[in-house]
């Protein structure tokens, strides 16, 4: 009698799931009817929550550590990002990673708060985690001279967080927080988790690199075969490179098993990849010329020039270009008398510049470079071309090429082996550039 009343108790469950979507919409919906989308992306903008910290000595101390990010004026930022976004009111925000300092549930709390007005306003927030946002062993507040240990992000606390986001999906994957959204009936976008956390909270610093595990690549293949299907191109975002865009410093950047993603996005001709984690804007085509998908590598929003991509799809276009955010129009008077916020970007493009004058002086050093002349000229030159190449302005024509290997601080730089590895690669981009971007596809 039981087993009936159970049997007879799954058959009315059965016909309710039916009558209930019968009822809702598809869940196959896209998030506009549209044939013209418009998506903002940005990655790594790093914010901490202005409660987990009092401006005094332990947070002046991590300020110091933080390798050119701006961390005192991260909400002006962010609210000048969404009062512009409000006005132009693009179809989706998406922000591939590191949307936390490192890690912490108030600062994800935080920003979401700040966010939200573009939900309510019809743009959908779409965001996954990077490296440093899932059990992060780092996540601390700051008060007075004390580091305190604060409550980590759960990959369930990622999912109610951003509930806004897993709320577009029309597949998820059981095994990561990886999902699916439909942009319109011409495109669909893969939101892939491709961080290595642990599954509790963690004591340890955040694993650099990254990874698809077996299930989620299957199920990856699953949802590249439903947009072929569906006839919709699909355009992937996730944290880590699928390439290497700096042949001196990759190790951990690029995706661990990123020749069988390479694999598949070959497969289901998927024209464009975003991602970010190396904090440096870089666009381009696979260095091994096997794969024929593009890759925007975002510039981290926490750094000069804060900047995000617009990124506009037509049926048989895709075009991106590269935009500095200007809190200017968004500032209170009291702000206003801030040289910091009413310069903002002259400020980001000197905290940027020390980070790198700093790595100059530091590895010269090292190698036993003592002359402060020497040093001075040659911190100066790296502070620049580090800049250069982490806002992608690294496309240089021969006339400036000349100028800055005839620098005196050139040679000097040269005197460390690191040092000159490491200018090979960031003073002439010779792939594409990096700040603009056209695809035409059938």
Not at 65 to 80: E, F, H, L, R
Not at 417 to 440: S, T
């Amino acid at each position: 009698m039981k087993a009936v009343k159970y049997v007879a108790a799954l058959f009315l469950m059965l016909i309710f799931a039916i009558v209930l979507g019968q009822i809702h919409p598809d869940r196959d919906r896209p998030l506009t009817n549209s044939s013209q989308a418009t998506i903002w992306v940005l990655s790594d903008t790093h914010f901490i929550a202005p409660s987990l910290h009092d401006e005094k000595t332990a947070y002046t101390q991590i300020k110091r550590s933080a390798a050119g990010k701006d961390m005192d004026y991260q909400p002006v930022a962010i609210n000048a990002l969404v009062q512009n976004a409000l006005k132009a009111r693009p179809t989706a925000l998406v922000i591939t990673g590191d949307v936390t300092f490192n890690g912490e549930k108030a600062s994800a709390e935080s920003i979401m708060r700040r966010l939200q007005p573009l939900v309510a306003n019809g743009t959908k927030v779409l965001i996954i985690p990077g490296n440093h946002d899932i059990y992060d062993g780092w996540a601390r507040a700051y008060k007075s001279k004390r580091q305190l240990l604060t409550e980590q992000i759960s990959p369930s606390d990622w999912r109610n967080i951003f509930h806004t986001s897993y709320e577009q999906a029309v597949a998820q994957d059981p095994n990561s927080l990886s999902y699916r959204v439909n942009l319109n009936r011409n495109y669909q976008l893969l939101m892939l988790d491709s961080n290595i956390y642990t599954i509790e909270p963690s004591n340890r610093p955040p694993n650099t690199g990254g990874k698809l595990t077996p299930q989620t690549m299957k199920w990856v293949r699953q949802q590249l075969a439903a947009g072929q299907k569906a006839h919709r191109k699909s355009i992937v975002f996730m944290h880590h490179n699928l390439y290497a865009h700096n042949e001196a410093v990759n190790q951990g950047f690029v995706l661990d098993n990123s020749d069988q993603l390479k694999t598949l996005l070959k497969a289901y001709h998927v024209p464009l990849l975003f991602s970010g984690h190396i904090h440096a804007q870089d666009i381009s085509r696979d260095p091994d010329g096997q794969c024929p998908t593009i890759e925007v590598v975002s510039g981290a929003f926490s750094i000069s020039p804060a900047s995000y991509g617009v990124v506009t799809f037509t049926p048989n276009r895709i075009t991106y270009q590269k935009h500095a955010t200007d809190p200017t129009p968004y500032l209170t008077a009291k702000q206003r008398k801030n040289p910091d916020l009413l310069h903002y970007q002259r400020y980001l493009k000197q905290l940027f510049l020390q980070d790198g004058e700093g790595l100059a002086y530091g590895d010269l050093m090292d190698n036993g470079v003592t002359n402060q002349h020497d040093l001075d000229a040659a911190a100066k030159l790296m502070g620049v071309l580090n800049w250069r190449f982490f806002t992608g302005d690294d496309h240089p024509d021969k006339a400036e090429l000349k100028r800055l290997k005839a620098d005196p601080g050139w040679a000097v730089l040269e005197r460390s082996p690191m040092l000159r590895r490491y200018l090979k690669e960031i003073v002439q981009d010779h792939n594409m550039n990096d700040n603009h971007l056209i695809i035409n596809h059938p």
